[in-house]
């Protein structure tokens, strides 16, 4: 079972803290694999690791199934995450995405997925 996401970009937002918060919403592609209920992904981690913004790991949720059905076998679930209040940056950044997760059910899955991935910084109109 091979997984892939829709999305390697992370976007950084300026808060009222003037801190950043980074969003991130890819879809994730299971290959291969049955349409398991969400509910079935257990102990789901996202991490990213980056020179400019640092190791920090994200608040997860699934916002729940895709409404995409994929042509061929598979699952495609769709993942809303967000991490708050990190130190201001003016610069994109190349970065790491590290997913982990269990499925619990018939088919037990561990899955460790590294991707590559680009940090977007958009500043408030003020800062432009």
């Not at 291969?32 to 996202?46: H, N, R, S, T, V």
């Not at 042509?71 to 130190?87: M, R, S, Y």
């Amino acid at each position: 079972m091979t997984v892939h996401i829709s999305t390697a970009t992370v976007f950084a937002h300026e808060n009222q803290n003037n801190l950043m918060n980074l969003h991130f919403n890819p879809m994730v592609y299971f290959d291969d694999c049955w349409e398991f209920p969400a509910g079935y992904l257990d102990k789901i981690k996202w991490v990213i690791e980056s020179e400019i913004y640092g190791n920090h790991e994200f608040t997860s949720e699934i916002s729940g199934s895709s409404l995409i059905e994929s042509a061929q076998k598979g699952n495609v679930l769709e993942f809303h995450l967000v991490i708050k209040n990190v130190p201001f940056q003016y610069e994109n950044s190349a970065c790491k995405l590290k997913f982990t997760a269990v499925l619990n059910s018939h088919e037990h899955r561990e899955f460790d997925e590294e991707f590559w991935g680009v940090v977007k910084t958009r500043w408030s109109k003020g800062l432009q």
